[in-house]
């Protein structure tokens, strides 16, 4: 069974600075990687979402996150973080046979110091 | 298409009693999925449907909770009878094969 990381439970910057959230995934095959956000008493919006292809994929609002196989990562980024940005953040990984069954991980909350 | 469609937004209910949270999917989308967000374990799928079929309904806490499909366009999850321990946000999320999962705004259940 797939299963995800995320190591940073609470992260803050000051606005207009880089961002990264990290986020590890467990699975044997080439999985399906998602990242959300969701700002409070709100349902999950999809930032960015990687299949396959180029590793970079470029996301909504100026995010982007890398795919490494060979650290099984899925880390998300930012070069200039906005005061707005502030949310929690989830990473999300789903085999390759239904991309929509996801597993969570436990969320990185991200607070925008002004 | 207005999104996944979640009603109601808020429900306070005491304890003992049946709760039904409602979900309309996305049109065209032919899973769909029940999830539950609480502090304490996160965003737990529950059970998702392929086609109207229950497919995996092996996050289901309980007997008390149940989930129907009687049609594409609706979806219903029942607690019956509530507990406080219920208290949590329920997602319903739709998508197909090869997408990701379409959310809806959430349900707040409240059981007191």
């Known amino acids: 069974a797939q299963s995800v990381t995320q190591p940073d439970i609470h992260i803050t910057v000051s606005e207009g600075a880089s961002l990264e959230l990290r986020c590890n995934y467990s699975?044997?095959?080439?999985?399906?990687l998602f990242w959300y956000v969701q700002s409070p008493g709100q349902g999950l919006q999809l930032l960015l979402k990687?299949?396959?292809?180029?590793?970079l994929v470029q996301g909504i609002k100026g995010f982007e996150a890398e795919f490494k196989r060979s650290q099984s990562s899925f880390n998300l980024r930012k070069p200039s973080v906005h005061w707005s940005d502030a949310a929690e953040y989830f990473c999300?990984?789903?085999?390759?046979?239904?991309?929509?069954?996801?597993?969570f991980g436990d969320g990185t909350t991200l607070t925008v110091k002004p | 298409d207005a999104g996944v469609i979640q009603s109601p937004r808020h429900e306070v209910t005491e304890m003992g009693q049946e709760v039904t949270l409602r979900c309309k999917p996305i049109?065209?989308?032919?899973?769909l999925f029940w999830y539950r967000q609480t502090m304490m374990r996160g965003l737990e799928l529950l059970i998702y449907f392929n086609n109207n079929v229950p497919i995996d309904d092996s996050g289901m806490p309980e007997d008390r909770f149940s989930a129907k499909m009687p049609n594409a366009s609706f979806s219903t999850l029942k607690i019956q009878p509530s507990e406080p321990r219920d208290s949590a946000v329920y997602f319903c999320?739709?998508?197909?094969?090869?997408?990701?999962?379409?959310f809806g705004q959430g349900t707040r259940l409240t059981v007191v």
């Open positions: 699975y044997g095959a080439t999985p399906y």
């Open positions: 990687y299949f396959s292809g180029d590793t």
């Open positions: 049109s065209g989308h032919d899973y």
């Open positions: 999300a990984v789903a085999t390759n046979t239904n991309a929509g069954k996801s597993t």
């Open positions: 999320a739709s998508g197909t094969g090869f997408t990701e999962a379409f």
